[in-house]
């Protein structure tokens, strides 16, 4: 118990640590850029104060209209010239923002006002976050079949070769990598072509942000109200966030099975013991089952992979007899 007490203290520390420097690094980074915005505010602000002021407004009057502008622009209503924003209560646009909640992605550009609106959102959470992450695991089950034919195509091909932790560590670089074409790099290119506004890099940014579940909200698809067919796009734009999400749910489980990415592991375990063996623990002693021998099935006498031409390992012999196990051990490479 003390060494995991440990452990976790380590690691809130580390994270204590870590939270600071990423808050240096957004202050030295973003910091003179809003600078530059707010200079150029006050210089517009300045330059219409003056106007208003010549046509007869008052102080008071001028910060009502800003304030109120403000208002305005912050709940997604806004005019210039002859176009004026899209309302944010379309079906298409309700569609995508229902997909935020249920997906916990919660861009948070659009959000019920109204009291009803806030408690059937409480609701309609509670009962469809715990169908959705359902969903969510189980298209994320079916990935992991290809993802297990990969794993074996990499054992028979490269099993000579590399160890099997090499192994694990080449089937999640080529996962990522397939994740990436599919998750983030087609979806930027798309999103580029259809956003007018968007670069590439604002692009990959959304799809992250969007995929990790942080959902900052200062992107949004379909925010032109001159785009045609937006209540599609929005629709199609779900479908991607719920698929994109099994994704990255796929990546997360080929990390996990790496034993050294496994941390949760490192947090609640103790040094050199299994995850719920703990000799401190009576009652886990009293339900432990006692040891179980199985034979190891074979197919035509021999391993079922290939032997790492490093992992010479002479069998062990049976209760002092100079008869070896009718096979060779790959140093634990079975699978």
Known sequence: MRETNARLAIGFVVIFFYLLIGAIVFVRIEA??????????????????????????????????????????ENGVWQEANVTSDNNWTFGSAFFFAGALLTTVGYGHASPHTSHGKLFAIVYCVVGIPMTLALLSALAQRLRYPSAWLRKQLNVHLGSMFHAIHLQWIHLLVVCLLLFIFAFLIPSLIFV????????IDAIYFCFISLSTIGLGDYQP????????????????????ILGLSCMMLFLATLYDIPQCNLTKFFV???????????????????RPPAEFRPIPMQNGGPKYTRYNGDDFTSPQINGSTNHLPFSATNGYYQ
């Open 32 to 73: 003179p850029a809003e600078q530059i915005l707010f200079d150029e505010y006050k210089i517009m602000r300045y330059e219409w104060e003056a106007k208003l002021f010549s046509a007869g407004f008052s102080a008071d009057q001028v910060d009502q209209l800003f304030a109120n502008i403000r208002f305005a622009a």
């Open 193 to 200: 072509s259809i956003e007018p506004d968007w670069t590439f």
């Open 222 to 241: 379909g925010d032109d109200p001159k785009m045609a067919f937006r209540g599609f796009y929005k629709f199609f734009v779900t479908v991607y966030l």
């Open 269 to 287: 375990t103790k040094s050199g013991l299994p995850e719920d063996d703990d000799p401190d623990d009576d009652d886990n002693i009293a339900q």
